[in-house]
């Protein structure tokens, strides 16, 4: 008998190329080499929490491809990989310099021809999502390539139909795709979508949206028919609506080493939680908490223990004696 998943995500996942702080990339004499994908951060955070955890793509059988899958496997991310001559695809790189005000910190995309963009239904292994219990993508996925974006859809289809909780974080990038195109594309997601997760900012520039987080929720919810939507506001936390209840979580203070996959680690610490069996408002603290840890880390994703994330909820701190 096939036992439950709890968690099957989708998307890409790049090598992350970073200079040490404070050098610049056209004098640098060494680049810190990490795997970072918003969909494998998620994995990789719940997995940490706790989560069986399984992430879907397709990679080069190359190297580097290879560097990747092994080091989400060293986080207990369960791995289901379409692997492709590559001879005909690549990982894509993505270049972080990181710098302080006023020059701040500049992304480099270098993601074209990416395994991933030939990516269809057919070419994963896809057993796992038809005992998950949750299934979880974001929109930077689709906006990858139409393969991509037809295959997004088929697998929030197939998770539906295979009874799992949908969710979908919108974490739209102006780098990809321009808001008008980008909004078309999310909106005709929202009917395979169950939770959603959302900044402000984008709910109101990408979606159109007007009114503070609650309205935006409720407005959202209203439209779409989501059961969950939760509104993150940056320094001001965030907000969840389920079932008509509005739940409102502040933010931890964190002293920022690498703001790099905050928002993945808030989901991570929600999805986890949630599948734990805990309520909206306890997969809220523990969001915040995961959010605020991983700020202390360096690298994508969030190296943390359920350990970690509850002595930040019940307010420890300091040096650990």
């Given at each position: 008998m096939v036992g439950v998943t709890d968690l099957v995500t989708f998307g890409e996942t790049m090598l992350r190329l970073s200079p040490p702080r404070g050098e610049r990339l056209e004098t640098t004499e060494g680049l810190d080499v990490q795997a970072g994908g918003a969909e494998s951060n998620v994995a990789v955070g719940a997995a940490r929490l706790g989560a069986d955890a399984v992430w879907l793509s397709k990679l080069p059988d190359s190297p580097l491809g290879r560097r990747v899958v092994g080091e989400l496997r060293s986080h207990g991310v369960r791995t289901g990989v379409s692997w492709a001559d590559p001879a005909e695809s690549r990982v894509g790189t993505y270049y972080l310099e990181r710098g302080g005000e006023p020059r701040g910190t500049n992304v480099i995309y270098d993601r074209a021809d990416a395994a991933i963009t030939t990516v269809e239904p057919s070419d994963l292994?896809?057993?796992?999502?038809?005992?998950?219990?949750?299934?979880?993508?974001?929109?930077?996925?689709?906006?990858?390539?139409?393969r991509a974006a037809e295959t997004t859809v088929a697998l929030l289809r197939a998770a539906g139909d295979a009874g799992a909780t949908r969710s979908f974080d919108l974490n739209y990038r102006a780098k990809l795709w321009d808001a008008e195109t980008a909004r078309a594309a999310y909106e005709g997601l929202f009917a395979h979508v169950d939770a959603l997760f959302v900044p402000r900012r984008d709910a109101r520039e990408v979606l159109g949206r007007e009114g503070d987080a609650v309205e935006i929720a409720h407005g959202l919810a209203s439209e779409f028919d989501f059961e969950t939507v939760v509104v993150t506001r940056g320094t001001e936390g965030a907000v969840a609506l389920r079932d008509g209840a509005v739940y409102e979580q502040g933010v931890f203070d964190a002293d920022t080493f690498d703001a790099i996959g905050t928002g993945?680690?808030?989901?991570?610490?929600?999805?986890?939680?949630?599948?734990?069996?805990?309520?909206?408002a306890d997969a809220l603290e523990w969001a915040a908490a995961t959010a605020a840890l991983k700020r202390t880390i360096a690298g994508d994703v969030a190296v943390v223990t359920p350990d970690d994330v509850a002595g930040v909820v019940a307010g420890a701190s300091g040096i650990d004696r």
């Open positions: 292994p896809t057993a796992a999502l038809e005992s998950a219990s949750r299934f979880h993508t974001t929109g930077i996925t689709p906006a990858l390539s139409e993945d680690a808030f989901v991570a610490g929600f999805l986890a939680k949630r599948i734990d069996g805990g309520d909206v």
